[in-house]
């Protein structure tokens, strides 16, 4: 479903956001806090967003395409995924390009997603943040989540292992 906010435009990701959210993914400095390192390799960008598109196709979750609904620039994505129905609760995730960063479109973009997620029976939304992410933790807090714990070596980075803050909201 497209949701319209006072700036920005949130669509659907489809296949044909590859080559738009590239830059955004082979940025390190944006891939600094995320799961997986930076993505310069076309193919693999491909396959990402082919993966994200297949989630979808099954219900397992909902990808948006961020765009500044004046220019129309592509702006992030914002996302909900490991849906889980029967439990009424998603994980929430959100990237923007650099050039984005700064104005609120994080804050919008994510507030139309969480407003979205309650009109579709969603009860919990959780996030999780690197250590040390602190636009994301600002970003959460303004939204009203909660920081419900520490999770000690959370992913493997390149063979780094690096904690996490989980973070929840009822909805
Ligand atoms: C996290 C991220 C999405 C935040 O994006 P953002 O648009 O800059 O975030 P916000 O909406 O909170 O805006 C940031 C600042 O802009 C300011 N701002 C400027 N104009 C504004 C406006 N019109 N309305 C609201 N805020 C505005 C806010 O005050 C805010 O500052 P504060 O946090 O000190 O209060 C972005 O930093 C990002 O993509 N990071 C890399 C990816 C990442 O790590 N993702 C998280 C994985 S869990």
Known sequence: ?????????LSPATQADAPLIHPILADPEVMAH????AMDDPDLVDAFVGGRVAEMANGEALYWSVRHNAS?????SV?????????????LGFVLGRDAWGHGYGHEAVHAVLSHA???????VWART???????ERLLLKLGFE???????????????????????LL
Request: no cysteine; glycine share 14%.
């Open 1 to 9: 479903m497209i949701l319209e906010t006072e700036r920005l435009i």
């Open 34 to 37: 995320m799961d997986g390192a």
């Open 72 to 76: 129309g620039a592509y702006l992030g």
């Open 79 to 91: 996302d909900l995924s490991d849906i889980d129905r029967r439990h009424h609760r998603a994980e």
């Open 118 to 124: 309650a009109t579709q029976g969603f009860k919990r």
């Open 130 to 136: 690197q250590v040390g992410d602190n636009p994301s």
């Open 147 to 169: 920081d419900e714990g520490y999770l000690r070596g959370h992913t493997d980075r390149d063979g780094e292992r690096r904690d996490f803050r989980l973070w929840g909201l």
